[in-house]
């Protein structure tokens, strides 16, 4: 069913969120925009205009490294401030009241963290891009170490101290292997649900697109609330083609 208004498709979503038991959210860039994070992927986005760094480019050339760097340094400037969103809060509260065990996202913002989601219960798919690992030994470094030896240095990419191995923002880049225990995670929550929520994705990105069609075939009742239709709005239990975050305040406990 796609809900024919808004007030329709918050009273039916409601009722499908007060029968679920186990209802697991998967968010996508649509969730980000009202915090100002815009959907790199979208026509006219940051990607149609600058081609992202593939891994095995990254890995081939300092340049490469210096200059995605660079990129994300920029957006840190641009973006770094940014807070969780209604669709952010809202789905902290479903957490907080026991009704998530937990949630699938393909964004690598933190803002479900930031809205008081333990960082375990957040599966990310495409990593995380508020801290950087060393893609040799996995230590763990924060953007603000990076910088400054990025700044001190006249924008090189600092090596990791432990190993020498290469810094990177903790995301998977194109042409990176999908994190295996992020995939396996997801996919037992989502054949445990009862209730799907895709949010703010368009729902093309493979593998990851694969989550709801898996939880509408497993018996779950499936949501999807997107801007623009996807290609699984027709076997969906309810479509609601709004505002994330005007759909979702509702569920915001005042
Ligand atoms: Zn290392």
């Not at 940051?46 to 340049?63: H, Y």
């Not at 957040?122 to 801290?131: I, S």
């Not at 990851?208 to 623009?228: C, E, H, Q, S, T």
Request: glycine share 10%; net charge negative.
């Amino acid at each position: 069913m796609i809900a024919p208004d808004l007030q329709t498709g918050i009273a039916r979503l409601r009722s499908l969120v007060d029968g679920a038991a186990r209802i697991v959210p998967f968010t996508g860039a649509g969730i980000s925009t009202e915090c100002g994070i815009p959907d790199f992927r979208s026509p006219g986005g940051i990607w149609t205009k600058m081609a992202p760094i593939p891994f095995d480019a990254f890995l081939a050339s300092r340049e490469m490294r210096d200059e995605s760097w660079r990129r994300r340094f920029a957006m840190q400037d641009q973006f770094g401030q940014a807070k969780p969103g209604r669709g952010h809060l809202a789905l902290a509260a479903l957490y907080t009241a026991g009704k998530v065990p937990g949630l699938v996202t393909q964004n690598i913002d933190n803002l479900h963290q930031a809205s008081g989601m333990a960082p375990d219960d957040v599966v990310e798919l495409h990593g995380n891009t508020t801290y950087a690992t060393c893609l040799d030994c996995a230590a763990r470094y924060e953007l603000d170490w990076v910088r400054q030896r990025f700044d001190a240095s006249a924008g090189r990419a600092p090596e990791c101290s432990g190993c020498g191995g290469y810094i990177k923002t903790a995301t998977i880049s194109f042409g990176q292997a999908m994190p295996e225990a992020a995939m396996q995670r997801a996919q037992r929550l989502t054949l445990g649900c009862d209730l799907f929520l895709a949010i703010g994705s368009s729902l093309v990105v493979w593998p990851a697109a694969g989550f709801p069609l898996m939880a509408k075939r497993n018996g779950a009742a499936l949501v999807i609330v997107n801007r623009d239709p996807t290609e699984f709005d027709e076997i969906a239990d309810l479509v609601i083609r709004d505002d994330i975050g005007a759909t979702l305040s509702p569920f915001i406990p005042h």
